[in-house]
């Protein structure tokens, strides 16, 4: 809808996994917007903006497969495929919901993108990601990086992206703050609903994510520098909130997962976020000796989240 129409923005509808059928009364998540006509110019120039940064993003992700080593060790490579297949994923449905403006497929997925807190989150959180992963080590020397005057042209773009995404993210927190008003509303935890096997599987993977997340957060460094401090807090944000929001998904009816995280309630989707989490996380916990308890339970929840991947892919498609 147009930023002049103060009308509820209703976010995606609700969708459960594989054959489930939602209660009646169950309740669609919804963000109610101010009327934002003054400032509707500004606000589709940060859309715009955002959009182009998603696409950056997914441009890094695809460079990412094309120049990957396929040399290196499977762990490795499982690792890489994890996180340029996110890269791709989450930088499309950016730039297309942004850019296009209501893409009602991408929008089922990812429906916090089309609500200003959570883009504001997720810039904010993909650029402190994105700048040290981007501006790696071999361009940083005696407390100074090079990585834009010595880099390539897709380097630089993502320098500009990662730094322009934590600037865009912060403009549209503060802009929430004291220019705009958006309420948000769903029920997080929803209701009760009853869980199958493949539920019960999906929950063992989830719950190994949460366990990594908290682990990641009880380990941040503070005294590091601000560079590998910004990249520590919004790894571990984003595994918390992969593990946190799928273990709510696996067990319970959802609006608010289901409403601005969809891509954890559908078939296909669902299954290959299990799979990249197992991607990226077994390489992690892959050792010759599990050396204590947590390590254990991490790496058995890492396969089982392969496993759920692979077992959801081949039911969607029958």
């Known amino acids: 809808q147009a930023f002049g129409s103060p009308s509820l923005r209703a976010c995606p509808r609700l969708h459960l996994p594989w054959g489930s059928t939602a209660p009646a009364s169950a309740n669609v998540a919804t963000c109610k917007a101010e009327d934002f006509t003054k400032m509707a110019l500004p606000l589709r120039l940060l859309e715009i903006i955002g959009g182009v940064f998603g696409c950056i ?17 499977v762990r490795e490579l499982m690792r890489e495929t994890a996180i340029f297949s996110f890269l791709i994923f989450f930088g499309v449905a950016a730039g297309i919901i942004l850019l296009a403006q209501g893409s009602q497929r991408m929008s089922q997925y990812f429906g916090f993108l089309q ?17 040290p992963a981007v501006c790696a080590g071999s361009y940083c020397r005696y407390g100074s990086c090079s990585c834009f005057s010595d880099g ?14 934590v600037i865009l993210g912060i403009v549209m927190l503060v802009l929430l703050c004291v220019a705009m008003r958006e309420s948000c509303s769903g029920d997080v935890i929803g209701q009760k609903r009853a869980m199958e096997r493949f ?15 908290a682990k ?3 380990d941040i460094n503070v005294n590091a520098s601000v560079r590998d401090l910004c990249y520590s807090i919004s790894l571990t944000f984003i595994i918390l909130l992969a593990g946190l929001a799928s273990l709510v998904a696996s ?7 289901n409403g ?33 308890i947590f390590s254990t339970v991490c790496y058995v929840c890492s396969i089982v989240s392969m ?12």
């Open 115 to 131: 609500t200003w807190l959570g883009r504001g989150v997720f810039f904010l959180v993909m650029g402190c990601y994105l700048y």
């Open 57 to 73: 993003f997914a441009l890094l992700g695809i460079n990412g497969f094309i120049n990957m080593n396929l040399d290196s060790s």
């Open 307 to 318: 496993v759920v991947g692979v077992v959801g892919i081949v039911l969607s498609c029958r």
């Open 152 to 165: 390539a042209l897709l380097t630089k773009l993502g320098v500009v992206a990662a730094v322009g995404s």
């Open 216 to 218: 990641m957060l009880l």
């Open 260 to 292: 601005y995280l969809g891509f954890l309630g559908l078939g296909t989707p669902r299954a290959v976020f299990y799979l990249l989490m197992g991607f990226y996380t077994f390489p992690l916990f892959y050792t010759t000796k599990l050396s204590d």
């Open 199 to 213: 539920d019960i599987a999906c929950a063992v993977a989830s719950s190994g994510m949460v366990l990594l997340g």
């Open 251 to 257: 067990a319970r009816t959802s609006p608010f997962v």
